[in-house]
């Protein structure tokens, strides 16, 4: 279980949870952030355009999170 048959779900994946993450990105915004995040392996050297293997937390890492986002949060006491 290797090879672009298991990559590619993994990567594609992890363009739609980007993506989720602010809708604004662009197809660029994206494909940099999964470049610049991913955890660089020597093994990748020559293997992949990178020499990095893909990391999500990297990923939403170095892209900025989305602007002018809030959460409406309300509390009620004794509530179970």
């Known amino acids: 279980m ?3 048959s298991m990559a ?5 994946g992890l363009a739609a949870m980007l ?3 602010n809708p604004d990105y ?3 915004d994206i494909l940099q952030s999964i470049r610049e995040g991913g ?4 093994s990748l050297n020559g293997i992949t355009t ?5 990391d999500a937390w990297g990923s939403l890492c170095y892209i900025p999170a989305p602007a002018g986002v809030s959460v409406p949060f309300q509390y009620e ?3 179970a």
């Open 2 to 4: 290797d090879g672009t």
């Open 77 to 79: 006491a004794g509530g």
């Open 19 to 21: 993506k989720a993450y």
């Open 26 to 28: 662009t197809y660029g």
């Open 39 to 42: 955890d660089a392996e020597a």
């Open 8 to 12: 590619a779900p993994h990567a594609a």
């Open 50 to 54: 990178t020499g990095k293997a893909i």
